[in-house]
C-alpha cells in the first residue's frame, strides 16, 4: 500500500560489495514483425498465465491492523509494540471463502510491511553493533499468538482453495530496524529500535527472503513495493533464480528496462483501480505502456475496497460501493490490467461479513454478466485479414463485447472498430437490409478488452476490423447483455 513507484534512483551511492555474484538483467525477448518490422515482445508462459488470472488479492494483515494509522509508512520511529497483535479468532479458509467468492485466483500476502514486524516465526539472527549475534524478535513468534503462523495458515488454506498465493515483503523500509529507502538512519535510535548497520540490513533482507522463498511452497506472485536498493538486487535477483524462477515478480523491472525476472509485471501508476483506455501489455513504464516496447510486462492495477486508499482494515472505514467496484473491475480487467484488490482482515483475524458481502457481490456481478454469452449457437469466424465475424440466428439483445487476443506469439493488434448490424425499431426503421455502424473502438486489446455500448442494442450482426503488426490470433470474442450498474465511464459510441 501507499506504493511508491521503484526507486531506486538515489542508491547508486551505495557501495555495492554484495554484488560479487554478477549476475546480469533480463534482456527483453521480442520478434520483427513481418508487416511494418517494428519488434513484437514476447510473454513467458508464466506471465500469460497470470494474465489469465485476471483478478487477485492483496492481503494486509499484519501489525498495523492494530493502530489507527494505516501502517508504519512515513513515521520512521513507529514500532508499535508485540502485544498488539493479537486476533484471536484467526483463520485463513475464512479468508478463502472471500477470495473464492470475489472469483480471484491468487492472493499475495503483506508477511512484512514497513513496520518490521513478521507474521511467520522468523529465524533469522544477527550480529549488532557490540557484535553479539541477537534474534531478529519483532515477529508473531513474541506477539500474543505465539505458536502460530500465520504465513503458512495462509498458504494451506490457498492450497486447499486452489488459489495462487504469494508474497509482499518490503525490502526498502523498516522501523524496527529503522531503515528509510534501504537506508539505516543514523543516529536517530527510538525505543524499540535496533541498532544495525547497512550491511547488516541488506543481510536480514536476503535471509527473510530466503525463509520466505524456501519453506512456503511455490509462489504465483512476489510483490516488492518501491522495488529494491542496488546493493540488494544482485542477491535477490539470484535468490529468485534459484528459489522461485516461476513466480511474477511485481515491479520487477526499472523503467530504464534493468529486469530482476523475464516473469515481470508493471505498475499502473495509480492506486484508484483505473488503468487509462489504452492500456498495453508491454512496456516497461508505470502507466499504460508502450506498444512498440521489447519487453512484455502487463500492468497490475492495485486497489483498495475501503474509501480512502485505506489498505490495513480500518474501524468504521467506509466502503466503496457496489457501482463503483464494477467501475473498477472495467476499468481494469476490461482494460488488460491484472486487478488487485486489497483484502483486509479485522483485529479478530477474519474478513468482517459486511466486506465478505461486498466483495461476494462484485463476484456474482462478474460471473452473472460474464461467465455465458448471449447466443452461444451464433456463428463466430476470423478471416486472414484480422476480422472476426459475429453472425446471430435472429436479431439479438447486446450491450457490450469482450474481446481477447492469443498472446502467445505477443499482443499484436494496435487498433480495432467494432461494427454492428443494428435494427433496433428506432434507429433502422423496422429493416433488417441495414448497413453496419461503429458501436465501439479502440487501440490495445491484448489479454481482454471490454467495451460497454453507449446503450443496448438488437443486432443481427457483428463485425470487428482491426489494424496489426501481425496477422492477429484472436483466443475469444463474446458478446453480453447485463445489468447496466456503473456502465459509465467505458468505451462509448464512435459514431
Ligand atoms: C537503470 O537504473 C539502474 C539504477 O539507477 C542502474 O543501475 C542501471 O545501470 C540502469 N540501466 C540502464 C540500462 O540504464
Ligand atoms: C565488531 O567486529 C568488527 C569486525 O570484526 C570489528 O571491526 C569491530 O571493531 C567490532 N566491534 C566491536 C564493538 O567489538
Ligand atoms: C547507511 O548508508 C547511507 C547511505 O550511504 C548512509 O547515509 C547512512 O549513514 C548509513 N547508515 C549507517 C547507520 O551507517
Ligand atoms: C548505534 O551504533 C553506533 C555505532 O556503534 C553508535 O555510534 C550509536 O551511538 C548507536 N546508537 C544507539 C542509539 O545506540
Ligand atoms: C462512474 O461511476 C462511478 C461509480 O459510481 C462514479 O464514481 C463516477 O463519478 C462515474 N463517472 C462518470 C463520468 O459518470
Ligand atoms: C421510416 O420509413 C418510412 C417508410 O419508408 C419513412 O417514411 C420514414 O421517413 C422512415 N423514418 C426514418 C426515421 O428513417
Ligand atoms: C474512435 O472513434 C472516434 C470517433 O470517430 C475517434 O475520434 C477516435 O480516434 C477513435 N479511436 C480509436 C482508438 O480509433
Ligand atoms: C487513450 C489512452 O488512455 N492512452 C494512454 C495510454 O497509456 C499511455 C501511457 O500511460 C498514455 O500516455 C496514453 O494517454
Redesign the pocket.
Known sequence: MKFAPRILAGFSLLASTSASSATTSYKPKYRISPIDGSKIALPTKEQLDFQDKEIGVLVHFNIATYISIDGCNDVPNLVPKVSLFDPTLLNTDQWMDTVSALGAKYATLVAKHNCGFTIWPSDVTFTDRENKTVPYDYTIAESPVHGKNVVRSFVDSAEKYNVGHGFYYSVVVNNYLNVQNSEVRPNTWAQGQVNITNGTYDQIVFDQLTELWTNYGKLTEIWFDGGYSATQQNKIQGLLEEKQPQAVIFNGCETNGTCISQNSIRWIGTETGQAPEENWSTGVTNDGGDPTSPYFCPAECDTTLQTNDRWFYGVDQPLR?I??MI?VYHKTVGRNCLLELDLTPDRSGLIPADYAARYKQLGDFISSCYDKPVAPTAKHTSNNKGDYSIKFDYPTSIDRIVMMEDQTDGQVIRSYQVHAKVVDALDANGTLAVPFTIVSNGTSIGHKKIDIFEKAHTVTEVMIKTTYVDKPKWRSVSVHLCDRL?A??TNTEAD
Open positions: 460501493s457501482e463503483e467501475d456503473a459509465n465511464g
